[in-house]
């Protein structure tokens, strides 16, 4: 009997909590379906509890927005391209620089290093008495 009664309950319970009235028709839903023919189908409640026109409006602002969101994603995917070009041209004109100015560098080196072993040979030779390979002396100014 105790069992009786709790089975009767949680039926009652069921049947008026959201899990029960969500599977049944609306009673504003229901008046609608009574109204008379000619009536705007535009104020006719769907069973989502939304009517046409809501539907037709959520629509268009769904397509909308995509269509912005579609081209917000063009221009980013442009501007993301355009920046790894620049970067590629950016790094290539750094190689080419730091090419040149390597050798430059080697260049100055070598003439440097020419240099000084000429100015080496040419001490070398006045030190041992070949005093055409002797600097001249500088006289001071007056």
């Known amino acids: ?4 009664i709790w089975a009767v309950a949680a039926a009652w319970a069921l049947l008026g909590s959201g899990q029960v009235a969500a599977f049944q028709q609306p009673a ?4 609608a379906d009574a109204a008379p023919a000619d009536a705007a189908p535009a104020d006719k409640k769907l069973p989502d509890g939304t009517t046409a026109e809501e539907r037709s409006n959520t629509a268009r602002l769904n397509a909308a927005q995509a269509s912005q969101a579609k081209a917000e994603t063009t221009t980013y995917e442009q501007e993301v391209s355009a920046a790894k070009q620049q970067v ?3 790094q290539q004109v750094f190689a080419e620089e730091t090419a040149a100015y390597e050798a430059e560098k080697a260049r100055v080196a ?3 290093a020419e240099e000084r072993m000429k100015w080496e040979a040419d001490t070398a030779a006045c030190k041992a008495g070949d005093t055409t390979r002797c600097a001249t002396p500088v006289t001071p100014p007056r």
């Open 1 to 4: 009997m105790t069992r009786t």
């Open 28 to 31: 504003d839903t229901v008046a």
């Open 88 to 90: 590629a041209h950016d």
């Open 110 to 112: 070598a003439m440097s």
